[in-house]
Every structure is written in structure tokens, then in C-alpha cells.
């Protein structure tokens, strides 16, 4: 079965500190990848995309993430957190097109707690 | 703009009754979705459309309905409230070219429902 998985429920990081939210999927094929923020009470907004090319993405607010293909990994990253930072982060992907319509898979999500 | 509206953004319900959860985007977007978020669980789809008069089943369809008469527009309707459907609701719409869409989704705020 095709899924993505977040082995972490939750990442805490002191400000300053460089961050790792991992991401691992099982998907056939060449797939999409994303990785989605969702602050308190809002939904879930963009952040960054690998669909082909370099395997490292950057996105909004400073994040990147890394493409793995032989690990099938998907791990967001920044340099240096910020409090602001603190939110819920989804990891998702879309399998490669084979006909009709492929829908997002997400993962769990993981809480991210950045400390002053 | 206003992109993806939810309304309403609380609900508490009774077992056994109705209600109509109301998205509204203003992108011009073909595709439109609702999903509902549990803990732990991340994003489930409901239901989706990929344009007006159609509507496809998610991963998890079971006492919902849903209708796109417009394009701009994507109800969803729970017949009889069980409370199993207690959740958190979220309806986001994309644009895409074909079935390959690169998938970035644009999400409401929520709709948190409660049934007692």
C-alpha cells in the first residue's frame, strides 16, 4: 500500500539551532513530494515542491527539503529555527500519474516546537 | 482575494442530525476537496470534484454527500450525524492541468464540528 510516513510525533529545537523534520513514503514510480504548514486554528498552507530536476527545494520562510531517492525520503529543513517556526508539519505525496486522478497522500504530521 | 472559504467554522450537532458544511473558492480552480483531521490521523479525503456536476468518493466517504453544482462552490452534507464525525473539516482547492497537476492544494480555515 502506497504511504508516507512521519516517524516523529513531535521535534523540539532550541532558536538558532538547525531543524530536521523527517519524511519518508512508499510510492511507486517518480513521485510528487510536498510539505505543508498548518499554524493554530488555520488550515494548511504551502510551504515547498519536488516534482523533478535538483534534489534540493527551497520554499517559503526560509525551509528547504532534500530529495532522496534511493532512501525514498522527503526531509524538511532551515538553518536556524525561529519561535515562529512552531507548527504542525504534513509531508505529502502524489504517485506518478497513471491514469485518472492521484490524490494526495499525507502523512501524520509532526509538531514542531521551537524553544527561546 | 479571499480563496478557499468555510463556512461555518463551528458546528455541535446531535446524533441523527443534518447539516450542510459550505466551501467557496475564488480562484477559478477546477478541482475542489474536503478532508477531516484527527489527531494522529493527518488529512483524510472525504470527498472530491474535478469540475462542476461531478463528484468522486475519497478514502473515507461514509455518511457524507457532497454536490458542485457551480464551479466555485463544493458542499458537504452529513445526513445523520453520528459522533464518529466529530472533527475538524477542511476544504481546499487546486488548479490543475489534467490529472497531472503538480498538487499544490489552497485551504479554508476549518470547520470544527462537534457531535454530541
Known amino acids: 500500500a502506497q504511504s508516507v510516513a512521519q516517524p516523529e510525533d513531535q521535534v523540539n529545537v532550541a532558536e538558532g539551532n538547525p531543524l530536521t523534520v523527517k519524511c519518508t513514503y512508499s510510492?511507486?514510480?517518480?513521485?510528487?513530494l510536498f510539505w505543508y504548514v498548518q499554524y493554530p486554528n488555520r488550515g494548511l498552507q504551502f510551504l515547498l515542491k519536488?516534482?523533478?530536476?535538483?534534489?534540493l527545494v527551497k520554499g517559503s520562510y526560509g525551509f528547504e527539503a532534500e530529495f532522496n531517492k534511493s532512501q525514498t525520503s522527503f526531509h524538511l529543513k532551515k538553518p536556524s529555527a525561529l519561535v515562529s517556526d512552531s507548527a504542525l508539519y504534513f509531508c505529502?505525496?502524489?504517485?506518478?500519474?497513471?491514469?485518472?486522478?492521484?490524490?494526495?497522500?499525507f502523512g501524520a504530521g509532526t509538531r514542531l516546537a521551537v524553544h527561546p | 482575494n479571499a480563496g478557499v472559504t468555510q463556512t461555518p467554522k463551528f458546528r455541535v450537532l446531535k446524533t441523527g442530525q443534518s447539516m450542510t458544511l459550505l466551501c467557496a473558492q475564488d480562484?477559478?480552480?477546477?478541482?475542489m476537496y474536503w478532508y477531516r483531521q484527527d489527531p494522529g490521523m493527518g488529512l483524510r479525503l472525504i470527498h472530491y470534484?474535478?469540475?462542476?456536476?461531478?463528484?468522486a468518493k475519497g478514502e473515507v466517504p461514509d455518511g457524507y454527500n457532497v454536490s458542485r453544482l457551480k464551479k466555485q462552490n463544493f458542499l458537504l452534507g452529513l445526513e445523520s450525524a453520528a459522533p464518529s464525525q466529530t472533527s475538524v473539516y477542511f476544504c481546499?482547492?487546486?488548479?490543475?492541468?489534467?490529472?497531472?497537476?503538480?498538487?499544490?492544494?489552497?485551504f479554508g480555515e476549518g470547520s470544527r464540528l462537534t457531535v454530541l
Open positions: 481546499a482547492s487546486s488548479y490543475e492541468r489534467g490529472a497531472k497537476g503538480t498538487g499544490e492544494l489552497f
Open positions: 510510492v511507486s514510480g517518480n513521485p510528487y
Open positions: 519536488y516534482i523533478t530536476g535538483d534534489n
Open positions: 505529502a505525496v502524489r504517485p506518478s500519474f497513471s491514469g485518472g486522478y492521484n490524490k494526495l497522500i
Open positions: 480562484m477559478n480552480h477546477e478541482y
Open positions: 470534484s474535478v469540475g462542476e456536476g461531478t463528484t
